[in-house]
């Protein structure tokens, strides 16, 4: 049994998104690391407030919070042989679910990430999904709208990124095209784009300075989230880390590694379910779930079991 483990992204934070993972023992040096980032907010009064939950730097340090409490959780219960691999502020997470970081130094790297990429964007800009045209149609779409392509998540589903007056636009153009769906999402930043450029430098410079740690033979092999690719040189994943902050993902070639790799489970950790639902879609055959649609720790671990 290889279980891959998929570390969310931001939009999909919610009230009861630590509701698994909030009284388990395991998970409690992750929300205490969180709690001086926040303002000395505990980041499950926080959620369950459910105000603010999708600004840009609280919503960073909670996805990090819920991949990191979710896999403390999992991996007490010693799941095998896994692999993992983040979307966007996941691909952050997924050093310290590899042992690369500690939790501490994951979520201050998560506010100091999202503080350089607020620093680049300024006001007036997001991200908008995008289903049902080509990514070269869509590419073509976004440039005429001044915007860039940001994510590639299968052939016919990616997002843009740019000015939320240009995305509305775009949006309906899409949909006159013919896509089936097309969306803002709740970011104000244009992640992965050229916008961001800034910030991948200023994100270079802070990652230089962070403890690396060297993981354990137990740990998860690490993917880097832009391209699918094993991380072996940790400089040269560095690199990658910084980079995907103003250069487009490449989501469809992670899905795929992880169908190369062999993976019989994927497991989603952290708010919501969109990255279960496109590894459904992109790994037919593969069980899948997301930590979000269990009701205990209990039931999850024994589905893990089950092999």
Not at 122 to 138: C, D, K, N
């Amino acid at each position: 049994m290889t279980l891959a483990i998929l570390l969310s992204g931001q939009g999909g934070q919610h009230p009861a998104m630590f509701d698994l993972t909030a009284a388990r023992p395991e998970a409690q040096l992750v929300f205490e690391a969180a709690r001086p980032l926040l303002g000395g907010t505990d980041p499950r009064d926080l959620a369950q407030a459910g105000e603010g939950l999708h600004g840009n730097r609280t919503g960073q340090i909670l996805c990090c919070v819920a991949a990191l409490a979710g896999w403390s959780v999992i991996a007490a219960g010693q799941p095998g042989r896994a692999i993992v691999a983040g979307y966007s502020i996941g691909d952050l997470a997924a050093w310290g679910v590899a042992g690369r970081f500690d939790a501490a130094t994951v979520l201050r790297l998560a506010a100091a990430r999202a503080e350089a990429m607020d620093a680049a964007s300024g006001e007036g800009f997001g991200l908008a999904g995008i289903r049902g045209l080509t990514l070269q149609a869509l590419d073509d779409l976004a440039r005429r709208h001044g915007c860039h392509l940001a994510i590639r998540n299968a052939a016919d589903s990616g997002v843009v990124g740019g000015k939320r007056d240009a995305l509305d636009a775009l949006c309906k153009e899409a949909l006159a095209q013919g896509a089936q769906r097309a969306v803002p999402l709740a970011v104000a930043t244009p992640s992965h784009t050229p916008l961001l450029a800034a910030a991948s430098e200023r994100f270079r410079q802070i990652l230089a300075e962070a403890e690396l740690h060297r993981p354990p033979p137990s740990a998860p092999r690490l993917l880097s989230g832009l391209d699918g690719a094993a991380v072996f040189q940790p400089q040269a994943g560095l690199d990658k880390l910084a980079r995907q902050i103003s250069h487009t993902i490449d989501w469809a070639a992670c899905l795929e590694a992880c169908g190369e790799y062999g993976a019989t489970h994927v497991l989603e950790l952290g708010p919501g379910h969109a990255l279960a639902t496109m590894a459904q879609a992109a790994l037919p055959g593969i069980r899948v779930h997301a930590l979000d649609a269990f009701r205990s720790v209990e039931g999850v671990r024994d589905w893990i079991g089950r092999g």
